[in-house]
């Protein structure tokens, strides 16, 4: 453990600039998000645009592709929760189980088709974890975009296995922002879950 902890103070002063700017502006998109405010969009936006190249340039291929998606995502989720439903305010909202493994299952099926890709046609490193924790990401990304409940148990899971991926790039300062998000996920169910009106 203590060799651990060393090797993620050695990879911690080795950050750059440009990482510590995308953590600062991904942990108030969370924080935003918990509290179900617009504004976390915007602060989304401009982290996601920066992980894009972080991550282009450290070959996780899949989560720069990623990030570009979740900067689309970004335009989508300011615009979704200011028009709302009918009645005003977009709702938290929940879904049933059977809706969850059908998406567990899609999810596990374009991973492993992506990961394939990935391993065959570009240098990625890790191509079938990159590209698992990529595709449940999008899925999920659109679930916040929509209030869905139960996002934040699938970031829970996806940010856990991002934790382990990001040590192995030297991207210590990431990882940690990850198990700040593992937490924050825990918080943001809880939270949502309060707001959570009854069908």
């Given at each position: 453990?203590?060799?651990?902890?060393?090797a993620?103070?050695?990879?911690?002063?080795?950050?750059?600039?440009?990482?510590?700017?995308?953590?600062?502006?991904?942990?108030?998109?969370?924080?935003?998000?918990?509290?179900?405010?617009?504004?976390?969009?915007?602060?989304?936006?401009?982290?996601?645009?920066?992980?894009?190249?972080?991550?282009?340039?450290?070959?996780?291929?899949?989560?720069?592709?990623?990030?570009?998606?979740?900067?689309?995502?970004?335009?989508?989720?300011?615009?979704?929760?200011?028009?709302?439903?009918?009645?005003?305010?977009?709702?938290?909202?929940?879904?049933?189980?059977?809706?969850?493994?059908?998406?567990?299952?899609?999810?596990?099926?374009?991973s492993?088709?992506?990961?394939?890709?990935?391993?065959?046609?570009?240098?990625?490193?890790?191509?079938?974890?990159?590209?698992?924790?990529?595709?449940?990401?999008?899925?999920?990304?659109?679930?916040?975009?929509?209030?869905?409940?139960?996002?934040?148990?699938y970031?829970?899971?996806?940010?856990?296995?991002?934790?382990?991926?990001?040590?192995?790039?030297?991207?210590?300062?990431?990882?940690?922002?990850?198990?700040?998000?593992?937490?924050?996920?825990?918080?943001g169910?809880?939270?949502?879950?309060?707001?959570?009106?009854?069908?």
């Open positions: 453990m203590t060799a651990f902890v060393a993620v103070i050695e990879q911690l002063k080795a950050t750059s600039p440009l990482e510590g700017v995308a953590v600062l502006l991904a942990v108030a998109y969370l924080w935003l998000a918990m509290r179900q405010s617009q504004w976390c969009w915007p602060a989304a936006l401009v982290s996601t645009l920066l992980y894009v190249w972080l991550f282009y340039d450290v070959a996780l291929l899949s989560e720069s592709l990623l990030n570009v998606y979740y900067m689309a995502m970004a335009v989508y989720g300011w615009w979704s929760w200011r028009q709302g439903t009918a009645g005003g305010k977009l709702p938290v909202n929940s879904r049933p189980l059977g809706w969850h493994l059908k998406v567990i299952g899609a999810g596990a099926a374009l492993l088709a992506w990961g394939h890709l990935m391993a065959t046609h570009t240098q990625a490193a890790f191509p079938y974890l990159d590209a698992a924790t990529s595709c449940f990401a999008v899925i999920t990304t659109w679930m916040v975009t929509r209030k869905v409940l139960e996002n934040w148990l970031w829970i899971a996806i940010d856990g296995l991002s934790i382990w991926l990001y040590l192995q790039k030297d991207l210590a300062m990431t990882a940690l922002l990850f198990v700040a998000y593992v937490l924050m996920a825990i918080a169910y809880w939270s949502w879950r309060r707001a959570l009106q009854p069908a």
